[in-house]
């Protein structure tokens, strides 16, 4: 068996790109038994009416039998919950990770380049290296807003095919301002991407900026409103471009039950929108219990999930005491030097809000 491994060993470094063996993969701790507040998921389940009825529709399903390779149904559906003009065209992908990906290899090459204000979702720039793109990450302020005046210099001299902008932004849930972004957009010599994926708890909305820009495309999810293990990403844009991106998706990538329960949740969609609803106060409620508690700065907030920071050179002892108390939630510190002394907690209804903030009162209490 040494043998073997040895050999593996040196064909698995003989052949696989240097830069991919020295990237780390994507962490997704186990969550088992745990009250999951890490990953801006919908904490309700379907209502018991409704999902007899999902139920019903899956039993229909034809899993013998490939998928619509387009998912026509999914997509006028969307159309109607989203009021998208059939101007613009509709991109599904397996969650919006692989929306990015095709984005980028569409315009991947020598000397290409994707840039967004850092910190952000990180998935930007991971892809840009699994394509062995350049990544330009752009820092933002002390306080997570766009320093508007650095990107520019950046987008001038980088020249970038992509720039990826997330309204409202993660981990930081802030927006950045309109006239910054359309200020961006129109500097940008390539794509810019306007990642919506939180756009359920927040006002802002970006769709009509289509009209406006011939270089933006909106990239949307279902993942933060209920349907997170369904995985359908949105991309929306122009036909030309998404025309020449949708030619990169492997056939076949939006899969039978994913499509009728897509579908059916779409089609009763005011379930989701009640529940986000709910969470979108719930935000508040909580954002001013955690503020209430000593040594924790909490950040304004338009998605479903808080930042905050701790004392100095305190969060993994805060992160290591809740996921103790059997509660875990998504530790920043250490992933970028903006984010020192960071914490990111998904807000949840009220009972398991109030489970986060008894386990924190105990743990600032003894420390």
């Known amino acids: 068996m040494?043998?073997?491994r040895d050999q593996v060993d040196t064909r698995v470094h003989r052949w696989v790109r240097p830069d991919i063996t020295g990237l780390a993969a994507y962490p997704v701790p186990d969550s088992t038994g745990l009250l999951k507040l890490d990953a801006m998921e919908n904490p309700y389940g379907w209502p018991d009416a409704l999902t007899a009825q999902w139920q019903e529709v899956l039993a229909n399903a034809q899993v013998n039998r490939y998928p619509h390779p387009e998912a026509p149904g999914v997509k006028?559906?969307?159309r109607t919950v989203m009021n998208i003009d059939p101007r613009w065209e509709i991109l599904l992908g397996n969650g919006s990770d692989e929306l990015i990906q095709l984005i980028a290899m569409a315009v991947s090459g020598a000397d290409r380049t994707i840039l967004a204000p850092e910190p952000s979702f990180v998935m930007y720039r991971m892809i840009a290296r699994f394509l062995g793109m350049d990544y330009v990450g752009v820092p933002l302020t002390a306080e997570f807003e766009l320093d508007l005046e650095l990107?520019?210099?950046r987008i001038e001299r980088e020249q970038p095919a992509v720039v990826f902008l997330a309204q409202p932004n993660n981990p930081t849930g802030n927006l950045w301002g309109d006239e910054k972004l359309r200020r961006i957009i129109e500097a940008a010599p390539g794509l810019v991407v306007m990642d919506e994926a939180y756009t359920a708890f927040t006002e802002a909305d970006y769709l009509n900026w289509l009209d406006d820009y011939p270089n933006l495309l909106i990239m949307r999810t279902l993942s933060k409103v209920g349907l997170a293990g369904l995985r359908l990403g949105i991309l929306i844009g122009d036909p030309a471009w998404l025309e020449q991106i949708n030619k990169l998706r492997l056939p076949y990538n939006i899969n039978n039950l994913?499509?009728?329960?897509?579908?059916?949740?779409?089609?009763?969609f005011d379930v989701f929108e009640q529940q986000t609803a709910e969470l979108t106060r719930q935000r508040h409620v909580l954002q001013q219990q955690l503020a209430a508690l000593p040594g924790l700065k909490v950040?304004?907030?338009?998605a479903n999930f808080l930042l905050v920071r701790t004392g100095p050179g305190q969060a993994v002892a805060l992160h290591a005491a809740l996921r103790d108390a059997g509660i875990l939630i998504k530790k920043l510190d250490g992933s970028h030097p903006l984010l020192?002394?960071?914490v990111r907690i998904t807000v949840s209804f009220e009972s398991e809000n109030q489970q986060l903030l008894s386990a924190l009162e105990r743990h600032l209490n003894n420390a």
């Open 340 to 342: 020192a002394d960071c």
């Open 76 to 78: 006028d559906a969307l």
């Open 2 to 4: 040494t043998e073997l």
């Open 258 to 268: 994913t499509q009728l329960s897509a579908q059916f949740a779409l089609e009763h």
């Open 151 to 153: 990107m520019l210099s």
């Open 299 to 302: 950040y304004d907030s338009q």
